[in-house]
């Protein structure tokens, strides 16, 4: 198995795990989608770490640009999918922004640096990308399915796959950890844009006051979780395609459902139900995740 695919796999489990603790806190702690944008944002400054190990300015003044550029749109991404995240059911938000990025993703990379792809990658894509969906059907089909969750999911997948087309174009010119540091930095260039707006700085003025004392230790050890994940499929990224490393997060939906069905009991503010036609649906699309993922590897 490649060595991107496998990095892969592992950033999405951490991601998941990241996501579903992100629902705890935007409920319980942090309850402004844009402050914990922001917050997160602001963490980039930690990437000023890597200048010791080959962080240097780029060969040209375009590769910087789509570096801040992939970073700073990266914050508004999140804006929107923390919005949804925040209002619906983790499995519902995670897996309607996700089963959207990779048909974005493709896009964007088709057009920023005409990537190309055998036909047997786009059938990977095709099951990931329906495992994806089966494995919320009773929300999304079944269920009412609200329009500001489509809103919030088709801004928040074309941001994300924007950034990641942008970050493939840069690490196709520089060296990861040049393509890392400045993208990082775009981040907080992001995170800064948002208090631009004066509405926006009150909201996360008071988001900071509410939130209790101990809310920065449970945010810090998430963002360390999920920044473990989100450089796995960095580095994946810089070893193959932007686009398949996208849709790969297909086998993420399969992992949230592992994971709720052991921590909503105990977690409240998770809100799943489970019942046995979602969890055949749900056992489906885990066969169809499964699938695309071997035929990636295959391929």
């Known amino acids: 198995m490649p060595v991107y695919l496998l990095a892969a796999v592992a950033s999405y489990f951490l991601l998941a795990l990241a996501g579903l603790v992100d629902k705890i806190l935007l409920k319980t702690t942090i309850v402004s989608p844009r402050a914990y944008a922001f917050f997160v944002g602001i963490l980039g400054i930690l990437a000023?770490?890597?200048?010791?190990?080959?962080?240097?300015?780029?060969?040209?003044?375009?590769?910087?640009?789509?570096?801040?550029?992939?970073?700073?749109?990266?914050?508004?991404?999140?804006?929107?999918?923390?919005?949804?995240?925040?209002?619906?059911?983790?499995?519902?938000?995670?897996?309607?922004?996700?089963?959207?990025?990779?048909?974005?993703?493709?896009?964007?990379?088709?057009?920023l640096f005409a990537e190309t792809h055998v036909p047997v990658h786009f059938l990977a894509i095709f099951l990931l990308v329906l495992g994806g969906v089966l494995i919320s059907i009773r929300e999304?089909?079944?269920?009412?399915?609200?329009?500001?969750?489509?809103?919030?999911?088709?801004?928040?997948?074309?941001?994300?796959?924007?950034?990641?087309?942008?970050?493939?174009?840069?690490?196709?010119?520089?060296?990861?950890?040049?393509?890392?540091?400045?993208?990082?930095?775009?981040?907080?260039?992001?995170?800064?844009?948002?208090?631009?707006?004066?509405?926006?700085?009150?909201?996360?003025?008071?988001?900071?006051?509410?939130?209790?004392?101990?809310?920065?230790?449970?945010?810090?050890?998430?963002q360390g979780l999920g920044g473990t994940g989100a450089l796995l499929q960095t580095f994946a990224i810089s070893l193959g395609s932007a686009t398949l490393v996208s849709a790969l997060q297909g086998i993420q939906y399969a992992f949230i459902f592992v994971l709720l069905f052991f921590l909503a009991p105990y977690f409240p503010a998770?809100?799943?139900?489970?019942?046995?036609r979602e969890n055949l649906a749900k056992a489906v699309a885990i066969v169809a995740i499964s699938t695309g993922l071997y035929i990636l590897a295959l391929g």
């Open 140 to 222: 999304n089909v079944l269920g009412s399915y609200s329009f500001e969750l489509f809103r919030h999911a088709v801004l928040a997948a074309s941001l994300f796959a924007f950034s990641l087309a942008l970050l493939r174009f840069v690490f196709i010119n520089e060296t990861f950890i040049n393509g890392l540091f400045w993208s990082r930095i775009g981040t907080v260039l992001g995170a800064v844009s948002i208090l631009v707006v004066p509405e926006n700085f009150r909201r996360i003025w008071w988001a900071a006051k509410k939130a209790p004392p101990i809310a920065p230790i449970p945010f810090l050890l998430n």
């Open 270 to 276: 998770l809100g799943e139900r489970f019942d046995p």
């Open 48 to 111: 000023l770490v890597f200048i010791p190990f080959g962080v240097s300015w780029p060969l040209q003044p375009r590769f910087l640009v789509a570096a801040l550029a992939s970073g700073v749109t990266s914050v508004y991404a999140l804006w929107s999918f923390y919005s949804a995240l925040k209002d619906f059911d983790p499995s519902r938000a995670i897996t309607t922004v996700g089963a959207l990025i990779p048909v974005f993703t493709l896009i964007f990379s088709i057009v």
